[in-house]
Nanobody, 118 residues
Framework: QVQLVESGGGLVQPGGSLRLSCAAS????????MGWYRQAPGKQREQVAT????????NYVDSVKGRFTINRDNAKNTVYLQMDSLKPEDTAVYYC???????????WGQGTQVTVSS
């Protein structure tokens, strides 16, 4: 089992940057595929980015490609989401997700609000 705590959200102007962090407690962080999801008001939760257990493979939703970067530090049990060139449509609650590689159980953080507005 793993517990996830996100941080780094806030209010930023369009074109600005934020870096989200997700700290995981528990054992065996390296076995988890990690991801960031977001949910805007009135919309379904969508997958934003994922990263493999080693960090060697990443995937992004088309709307954030070239602007967001996911990475992980397995020594610190932490996954990050660097968000650049933010747009108002990036406004959402961002959730950290962990799923054991080859498994189906999902673990979620409590979410962190990101608001992009002038």
């Amino acid at each position: 089992q793993v517990q996830l705590v996100e941080s780094g959200g806030g209010l930023v102007q369009p074109g600005g940057s934020l870096r989200l962090s997700c700290a995981a407690s528990g054992n065996n962080f390296r076995i988890y595929v990690m991801g960031w999801y977001r949910q805007a008001p009135g919309k379904q939760r969508e997958q934003v980015a994922t990263i493999s257990t080693s960090g060697g493979v990443t995937n992004y939703v088309d709307s954030v490609k070239g602007r967001f970067t996911i990475n992980r530090d397995n020594a610190k049990n932490t996954v990050y989401l660097q968000m650049d060139s933010l747009k108002p449509e990036d406004t959402a609650v961002y959730y950290c997700n962990a799923r054991p590689q080859g498994g189906s159980k999902n673990y979620w953080g409590q979410g962190t609000q990101v608001t992009v507005s002038s």
